[in-house]
């Protein structure tokens, strides 16, 4: 069973970039699509970008497209988000997770994910 670990989270003002780490051991990542996701307080996980195992397709909700970038260093067992022109409504923690192969169609759905891990705070704010 894969365990995660995300970091790189922090406190930076609006228009400023983070870049979060997820980080794997007890197995690789290589057979695994990967997911970002966020909750804020009072709200639900959302979906934020996810990418398939081979790194070849990515997936962005419409609120990030252009500002964030999802990758993947499978040699390091690690995926990362790269996220600039940061907004205080991007203040959230931050959460991957795992699913088999291809993010798929309802890839921004927290349930079709698994192994999350306990998430890097982000906050946005002047």
């Known amino acids: 069973q894969v365990q995660l670990v995300e970091s790189g989270g922090g406190l930076v003002q609006p228009g400023g970039s983070l870049r979060l780490s997820c980080a794997a051991s007890?197995?690789?990542?290589?057979?695994?699509?990967v997911g970002w996701f966020r909750q804020a307080p009072g709200k639900e996980r959302e979906g934020v970008s996810c990418?398939?195992?081979?790194?070849?397709?990515?997936h962005y909700a419409d609120s990030v497209k252009g500002r964030f970038t999802i990758s993947r260093d499978n040699a390091k067992n690690t995926v990362y988000l790269q996220m600039n022109n940061l907004k205080p409504e991007d203040t959230a923690r931050y959460y991957c997770?795992?699913?088999?192969?291809?993010?798929?169609?309802?890839?921004?759905?927290?349930?079709?994910?698994?192994?999350w891990g306990q998430g890097t705070q982000a906050t946005v704010s002047s």
């Open positions: 997770g795992t699913k088999r192969t291809i993010c798929g169609p309802s890839w921004a759905f927290p349930g079709q994910f698994g192994s």
């Open positions: 990418i398939t195992s081979s790194g070849k397709t990515t």
């Open positions: 007890g197995g690789t990542l290589d057979y695994y699509a």
